[in-house]
């Protein structure tokens, strides 16, 4: 018998809000920008007017602060931004997402097309564009752009 497909894997209306966090090996001049456990994304369906219906998603980063309060981007890209940290948090995006679609492929459901604002150093990063399209080809995943 087939295992059941978890909630976060299932539920296509916030479908990475379970997926929300950033192991990453930081050193200690990092933990005020972006903190361990606290990372989260939503996804903002963008919806066809024909139908009422998603026809894909945008992937939006959001960070809680220590009481739990829900902030926006910009109370943390600018800090992350001067500590060198968008390319880092940009990858952890990508891969969460990656995730994502794998695990809803596997379990033979449909797909979405995602977008995902990526910052300027990591469009300049000559190396992203070759680790994203081998990352996508390890998993099945057709990229578009």
Same mark, same amino acid.
């Given at each position: 018998? !087939? ?5 976060? &894997? ?6 990475? /809000? &379970? ?16 903190? /361990? ?7 903002? =369906? ?7 219906? =998603?026809?894909? +998603?945008?992937?939006? &980063?959001?960070? /809680? ?10 109370? +943390? ?26 695990? /809803?492929? !596997? ?16 469009? !300049?990063?000559?190396? +992203? ?9 390890? &998993? ?6």
């Amino acid at each position: 018998m !087939a295992s059941p497909v978890p909630d976060a &894997v299932k539920d296509q209306h916030a479908p990475l /809000r &379970v997926l929300d966090l950033m192991n990453l090996d930081r050193g200690a001049r990092r933990e005020p920008v972006i903190e /361990r456990d606290r990372l989260e994304l939503d996804c903002q =369906p963008i919806v066809r007017d024909t139908t009422s219906r =998603p026809e894909r +998603f945008e992937l939006l &980063v959001r960070q /809680r602060s220590v009481d739990g309060v829900r902030c926006m981007p910009s109370t +943390f890209l600018p800090q992350a931004d001067k500590a060198g940290l968008l390319p880092e948090l940009d990858r952890w995006v990508v891969g969460q997402a990656v995730d994502w679609l794998s695990a /809803r492929s !596997a379990y033979g459901l449909p797909t979405y097309t995602l977008n995902i604002n990526l910052s300027a150093p990591t469009i !300049a990063d000559g190396n +992203f564009a070759s680790d994203l399209h081998k990352l996508l080809s390890e &998993v099945g995943i057709e990229g578009k752009y």
